[in-house]
């Protein structure tokens, strides 16, 4: 567990930060996060809400962009500034990665969203996305493209800038990404012959077993 203020680790059952002084407030994780995992991280993200990013900063946020396997959740600073004031939105451990990087490799073993400052999820401009939700996710340019529903099911359109990010860096990638999770979630092996099916279409078209 890390401390929310300022990044550093803390004891089990600490009260406070032993460094900073910060009161420690618990997160209950909800039942439907048991076994989520964090998949890529990108630091260093702006994100607009509308089609496309505007030319004036003003009302965008920087924060973490962060695909698990169950959802994709933008952890906001909660203001509106230039890049480096990304304390508060940390992500613990190995994970602070490079400014405005998508993981190059997929986290090996993958690490559990305990490492990470869902705190930061209360903060103005952040979002939290279910992958099955994201009904659009592309890049029309050198930005991303987002059009979901929250968990709250209201329907949410977002455009993502990776700042600091290298000439070379492939945005197309973040999209394959994203896009691969979400129809990875929609499969499901067969109990019966082990092939790969649509988990929605209830019955498996290779050996006719019956999918729950």
Known sequence: MHCTKCGAEIETGAK???SCGNKIVETVRPWWMEGEEIVRVASATRCFEGEKPKRIIL????????LTNKRLLFISSGKSSTAGSLAGVAVGGALGGAIGAWAGTKIGGKIGTDKLDLEGLKNAGSFDIPIEAIRVCECPRNFLH????DITNQSREFAIVFEGASPNF????VARDINNAKFELAMIEC??????????????PHCGAQIR
Do not use: Q, W
């Not at 492939?170 to 990638?173: N, Q, R």
């Not at 109990?191 to 498996?204: N, S, T, V």
């Open 16 to 18: 406070f930060c032993g």
């Open 170 to 173: 492939d945005i197309d990638a």
């Open 191 to 204: 109990p019966k012959c082990f092939a790969a099916i649509e988990r929605a279409m209830g019955i498996c």
């Open 59 to 66: 009302g965008s946020y920087l924060g973490k962009l962060v």
């Open 146 to 149: 987002l059009v979901g529903a």
